[in-house]
């Protein structure tokens, strides 16, 4: 079995990025992998990614933790003014770049024989970002309501290529937006990937 989804996995990944179904298929098959070993949990970013790609809202412990950051920078912004590029909590930056997606994707599945070379390059990761975001736009963290203490839901979008090209040439523009508790007030961050 595990063989079966290293051929699935080695096959996408020599194919180019182009829709929302390819990004999908590969996140599903990787997590079969990662669960079927056992270690997927050992992966809290990609198992927080991949669910989010599956589940119309996310309310778990991991989506919670998320919620936190931002609860966080927002004490901190209402106390000092900071913006949200001063203020570096590592898993925050690394969760909005999705650095860390990427690279416990790559950790993962390189143990079991994945080739992943290809999730390393831009080529391959600028379009797989652009349809993953598709794939989650309408699906916001969410969170409980005691723990809602300034920001209740974090969503994200991609800018379209062609603007996000002609602002950052040779960059993806990944919008995050969080909702502040109890107001109709959004406020909003962009990544470049």
């Known amino acids: 079995m595990r063989g079966d989804i290293v051929e699935k996995l080695n096959r996408e990944f020599e194919e180019p990025i182009r829709n929302e179904r390819q990004v999908v298929y590969i996140l599903v098959e990787a997590r079969k992998l990662l669960e079927q070993e056992g270690v997927l949990e050992t992966f809290s970013d990609f198992k927080l990614c991949s669910d ?3 589940h119309p809202k996310l309310r778990g412990p991991a989506a919670q933790q998320m919620l936190g950051y931002f609860n966080t920078y927002e004490i901190e912004h209402a106390k000092s003014g900071v913006t949200l590029q001063q203020f570096q909590p590592k898993p925050l930056q690394d969760f909005l770049s999705l650095k860390s997606f990427r690279e416990e ?10 080739d992943v070379g290809r999730i390393s390059t831009d080529e391959f990761w600028q379009p797989f970002v652009q349809c993953y975001m598709g794939v989650i736009r309408d699906c916001p963290l969410e969170a409980w309501e005691q723990n809602a203490t300034h920001v209740s839901h974090v969503s994200a979008l991609a800018w379209p290529e062609e603007m996000a090209n002609q602002i950052f040439p040779g960059k993806r523009v990944v919008q995050w937006k969080w909702k502040l508790t109890g107001t109709k007030e959004e406020k909003d961050a962009c990544a470049l990937i």
């Open 105 to 114: 994707m790559m950790a993962g599945l390189s143990s079991y024989g994945v």
């Open 52 to 54: 989010w790609a599956v």
